[in-house]
T-cell receptor
Framework: AQTVTQSQPEMSVQEAETVTLSCTYDTSESDYYLFWYKQPPSRQMILVIRQEAYKQQNATENRFSVNFQKAAKSFSLKISDSQLGDAAMYFC????????????FGKGTKLTVNP | DVKVTQSSRYLVKRTGEKVFLECVQDMDHENMFWYRQDPGLGLRLIYFSYDVKMKEKGDIPEGYSVSREKKERFSLILESASTNQTSMYLCASIAAERGGYDTQYFGPGTRLTVL
């Protein structure tokens, strides 16, 4: 079974600075998808960014980018120019490429942005 | 715009009560999921459904059942609520595999307290 590990329960960053959230995963599959979700306080979980395992190029979405290291099974999220609205719980998730659409989640990282 | 709704944001029930949590999606998605979210444990899958009247157990199905009589609606049932079922419950949906990396869409969550 696949597992996802987020080793940082909490992180903090100064507004306008850069922060990196860590995620590692364990799988024997070669084709899969990885996701970062954001859950703001009392608000809905939304997708931040996603990566296909067979694509070597790291995904980027505006201020959000990932560092995908397939051999190391690492999928970190970098947030540049942090804003107060980035404060949230961030979850890393794994999904197999074939069959079920089930997601396996990490335990989350709570990000605080200091003004 | 994509929408997943849950019947209640906050719910307080007593031990032993039968509890229904309702989830509705308007995207004609085949797959629907119920998760439980607890601090330090992340999201854990309770049950999922890949079609009307079809269901599969997730990682923590004990004490729960589900019902999917219509494609757009997926209900989570606590047959006899217990205090250890106090938690945040999240519903999600996604279309069946299309060869892409579509994301799960989440509802706002129901915070259930069992007294």
């Amino acid at each position: 079974a696949q597992t996802v590990t987020q080793s940082q329960p909490e992180m903090s960053v100064q507004e306008a600075e850069t922060v990196t959230l860590s995620c590692t995963y364990d799988t024997s599959e070669s084709d899969y998808y990885l996701f970062w979700y954001k859950q703001p306080p009392s608000r809905q979980m939304i997708l931040v960014i996603r990566q296909e395992a067979y694509k070597q190029q790291n995904a980027t979405e505006n201020r959000f980018s990932v560092n995908f290291q397939k051999a190391a099974k690492s999928f970190s999220l970098k947030i540049s120019d942090s804003q107060l609205g980035d404060a949230a719980m961030y979850f890393c998730a794994y999904r197999s490429a074939g069959g079920s659409e089930k997601l396996v989640f990490g335990k989350g990282t709570k990000l605080t942005v200091n003004p | 715009d994509v929408k997943v709704t849950q019947s209640s944001r906050y719910l307080v029930k007593r031990t032993g009560e039968k509890v229904f949590l309702e989830c509705v999606q308007d995207m004609d998605h085949e797959n629907m999921f119920w998760y439980r979210q607890d601090p330090g444990l992340g999201l854990r899958l309770i049950y999922f459904s890949y079609d009307v009247k079809m269901k599969e157990k997730g990682d923590i199905p004990e004490g729960y059942s589900v019902s999917r009589e219509k494609k757009e609606r997926f209900s989570l049932i606590l047959e006899s609520a217990s205090t250890n079922q106090t938690s945040m419950y999240l519903c999600a949906s996604i279309a069946a595999e299309r060869g892409g990396y579509d994301t799960q869409y989440f509802g706002p969550g129901t915070r259930l307290t069992v007294l």
